[in-house]
């Protein structure tokens, strides 16, 4: 984090090329580390200053009046420093798995950026709740656009992470035994060019949110899930209703598969394509494509 005094002179100094009369903003993140909090009333009233903190704020009644604290009492907290400079003290949650998507249209309108329906699915797993994130993806879409409509192609090809928006469609589906759609998805990251065995990849680390997930009680659950295998509630949470419907000892068996797919694979049993379409249709339901029987020759025991 800029020093105090550095964030000051921000305040007061003019860039060469701001226009006179242009408002000056001063962004300062990890607000809670300011160890002097009176930088905010001497701050230059004829700019802005922003302070960011991840702590979360807590309500405060109002206080009455205190005598003149002495010397050596600790600084106040921030969230009464702002307000009695005059400042607005927000709370901003992350974004939900059903906010996202409204978060995205809302802000690809406030920037000019015109979205498929799909491109706005898209960006939305691939971005996840980071809603700060949202703002930098569609400055890229757009300026990639030029004017025209951002479709879910364009996303998955500039934004980082999109990918995982169509195996967790992939996996979905899978959860369905919706063969027709998994199919159809494998097919076209194949023939996108995604690497047989970054598909599995993905497809293993799903399962283990949904694992996670199908254990899930109450989003205090999902913050301790998210910290255990170092993912999201948001992840855990968009999964809550898809797992619902899976006993865990299928999640296990899936497991099994996905190894065997994996061993398949690295050994040569296999085309790595071939391996990734029995698996999926192994995870589907249909019992006649085990890859497990690629690795043990025989047919394992259901």
């Known amino acids: 984090m800029a020093t105090i005094r550095m964030i000051e002179l921000s305040g007061r100094s003019q860039g060469l090329f ?8 001063v962004v300062v993140e990890h607000a809670e580390a300011l160890r002097d ?32 604290a002495p010397a050596d009492a600790p600084l106040a907290d921030l969230a009464t420093v702002v ?22 249209a809302a802000r690809a309108t406030l920037l000019g950026v015109e979205l498929a329906p799909d491109a706005i699915t898209e960006l939305a797993g691939a971005v996840g709740g980071d809603s700060e994130r949202v703002d ?13 409509k951002v479709a879910g ?15 967790f469609q992939l996996t979905q589906a899978v959860v369905r035994h919706d063969t027709k759609t998994a199919i159809g998805r494998l097919e076209s990251l194949l023939a996108e060019g995604q690497a047989p065995q970054q598909i599995l990849a993905l497809l293993l680390w799903q399962f283990r949110v949904l694992l996670f997930a199908s254990a899930m009680k109450t ?14 509630a948001y992840a855990i949470g968009k999964w809550q209703a898809f797992a619902r419907g899976v006993a865990r000892a299928d999640i296990t068996r899936s497991y099994e598969v996905l190894y065997a797919t994996d061993l398949a694979i690295k050994t040569g049993r296999t085309e790595p394509e071939n391996a990734m379409l029995l698996c999926v ?6 019992h006649a494509a085990d890859p497990r029987e690629l690795v043990v020759g025989e047919p394992p025991r259901r």
């Open 136 to 148: 930098q993806e569609l400055a890229k879409l757009g300026a990639f656009a030029a004017g025209a």
């Open 18 to 25: 701001d226009a006179v009369d242009e408002l000056r903003v």
């Open 83 to 104: 307000e009695e400079a005059g400042g607005i003290v927000e709370h901003i949650a992350r974004l939900g798995p059903g906010e996202i998507t409204g978060w995205i």
């Open 281 to 286: 249709l192994d995870l589907c339901g249909i």
């Open 219 to 232: 989003n205090a659950d999902a913050e301790r899930m998210a910290k255990a295998i170092r993912s999201s």
């Open 37 to 68: 909090t009176a930088v905010v009333a001497r701050f230059p009233v004829e700019a802005g200053l922003v302070l960011v903190s991840e702590t979360k704020i807590a309500a405060r009644a109002r206080r009455p009046a205190k005598a003149k």
């Open 153 to 167: 192609a364009d996303v998955r090809a500039l934004v980082s992470g999109a990918i995982e928006t169509d195996v």
